[in-house]
């Protein structure tokens, strides 16, 4: 697989799916990925940072002013060395703040830094991604050059079978193969 040793900074954000993300990151550091995690304070209410840190091998980013890194600009250093940044599962707040070029916390401080491809995985209720809002803001990042993997069909966290659901972590390793 083309993903082994690529520095792959993971975004999380505050959705229900964020649990998924955990088995996401077991996935690619068992397929030899770095893995850089970076989490919203509201993804910290979903999934711990312990258990992201704990799986990815590496320091959670979820405060950009914790005084406990190096003398570096960090979100800068780790911008520079990544391949890909993916952002799993990415709420329809993290999309819109993106499409606005909004960076008011490190994950989107970080999207606006990087260089390499962005990679969203949407996740979330299906009234939320039909909006026109929502679908505003993901054609325009999909003409701007991001990429896109789900979301699906499915049972959804409210209980509705709809449009919504963020796609399984294998098929996202997956696609993000072929795109790196
Ligand atoms: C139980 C619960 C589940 C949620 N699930 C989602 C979700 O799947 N997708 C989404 O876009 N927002 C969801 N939200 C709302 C977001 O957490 C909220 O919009 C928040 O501001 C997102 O912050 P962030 O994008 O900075 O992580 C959920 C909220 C709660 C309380």
Same mark, same amino acid.
């Given at each position: 697989m083309s993903?082994?040793?690529?520095?792959?900074? /993971?975004?999380?954000?505050?959705?229900?799916? @964020?649990?998924?993300? @955990?088995?996401?990151?077991?996935?690619? /550091?068992?397929?030899?990925a770095m893995v850089i995690p970076v989490m919203t304070k509201n993804a910290?209410? !979903? /999934?711990?940072?312990?258990?992201?840190?704990t799986l990815s091998k590496n320091k959670v980013y979820v405060d950009m !002013? @914790?005084?406990? !890194? &190096?003398?570096?600009?960090?979100?800068?250093?780790?911008?520079?060395?990544? &391949?890909?940044f993916l952002i799993v599962p990415a709420t329809a707040n993290v999309i819109a703040k993106i499409a606005s070029?909004? @960076?008011d916390d490190a994950l989107t401080t970080l999207v606006?830094? %990087?260089?390499?491809? %962005?990679v969203i995985?949407?996740?979330?209720?299906?009234?939320?991604?039909?909006?026109?809002?929502?679908q505003k803001n993901i054609s325009y990042l999909k003409k701007l050059g991001y990429y896109f993997i789900g979301p699906e069909k499915g049972e959804l966290a409210c209980g509705d079978e709809n449009i919504g659901?963020?796609?399984?972590? %294998?098929?996202i390793i997956s696609e993000i193969s072929k795109i790196l």
């Open positions: 993903i082994k040793n690529k520095n792959i900074i /993971v975004g999380i954000s505050g959705s229900i799916a @964020a649990y998924k993300s @955990a088995e996401l990151i077991r996935l690619l /550091v068992k397929e030899k910290a209410e !979903f /999934v711990t940072p312990l258990t992201i840190q !002013f @914790a005084n406990n !890194f &190096d003398w570096e600009v960090e979100h800068i250093t780790i911008a520079k060395k990544s &391949d890909l070029g909004i @960076a606006l830094s %990087v260089k390499c491809p %962005v995985c949407p996740a979330m209720n299906s009234e939320m991604y039909k909006n026109p809002l929502t659901r963020m796609s399984e972590p %294998v098929k």
